[in-house]
């Protein structure tokens, strides 16, 4: 079973649209959770941490449930620069790796 | 821009050659990851080094070894290229080892022919 699975789309969603992704890890002892945004042919950015409490940025709301080993990422009123590969990443404190899901696609439409 | 650099941008090499990448890691930062992200998947973890000593490594065979240096500079080497080595190597930085966000440069995009 991989570390992070991730269901990879592509969603097609129109500008102003909510969507939503999630993401599942198998290690139940990992520590710390991120969501990185990957644009075409770019390296990953960090768009946020994931906390236990969930954490909002502007549009973006990430939410973490460690009993079902769950993690997701809500986008708020979609813009066509949220079109981008949104990779859902995990480390379990030891080691020192992380390990990233295949990123979900997303392309916003106008 | 994360202050993270990689070098080459782009790589042509044959099947059996060697290549030797680098990376200069974002300023104060101490610990430097290597990832290879092949087309259409999420970067797997190389190796890390934390203090010029590797810190981690992951599902990869001895042939991709590294360095890094005192100013926290590293090197990924991969010796015997394979076809399937063919992929975007991704240098990430961060300023200690463990669990802190990873800051990635751009990126060399090597092809095996």
């Known amino acids: 079973r991989k570390e992070v699975e991730q269901d990879p789309g592509p969603f097609n969603v129109p500008e102003g649209a909510t969507v939503a992704f999630n993401c599942t890890y198998s290690n139940s002892a990992s520590q710390s959770f991120f969501w990185y945004r990957q644009d075409c042919r770019k390296e990953p950015k960090l768009l946020m941490s994931?906390?236990?409490s969930g954490n909002e940025d502007g549009r973006f709301t990430a939410q973490l449930n460690r009993a079902s080993q769950y993690i997701s990422l809500l986008i708020r009123d979609s813009k066509l620069s949220d079109s981008a590969t949104y990779l859902c990443v995990v480390n379990r404190g030891t080691g020192n790796q992380f390990y990233f899901g295949t990123g979900t696609s997303l392309t916003v439409i106008p | 821009e994360t202050g993270v650099t990689q070098s080459p941008t782009h790589l042509i090499k044959t099947r059996g050659q060697q290549v030797t990448l680098r990376c200069s890691s974002q300023s104060g930062h101490n610990t430097v990851s290597w990832y290879q992200q092949a087309l259409g998947q999420g970067p797997q973890f190389i190796f890390q080094?934390?203090?010029?000593?590797?810190?981690g490594r992951g599902n990869f065979p001895p042939r991709f070894s590294g360095l890094q240096f005192p100013n926290y500079s590293s090197e990924l080497n991969v010796n015997a290229l394979e076809l399937d080595d063919s992929a975007l190597y991704l240098c990430?930085?961060?300023?200690?080892?463990?669990?802190?966000?990873?800051?990635f440069g751009p990126g060399t995009r090597l092809l095996v022919l």
């Open positions: 080094y934390y203090r010029e000593e590797e810190n």
């Open positions: 990430a930085s961060s300023l200690v080892g463990g669990a802190e966000t990873q800051y």
């Open positions: 994931v906390y236990s």
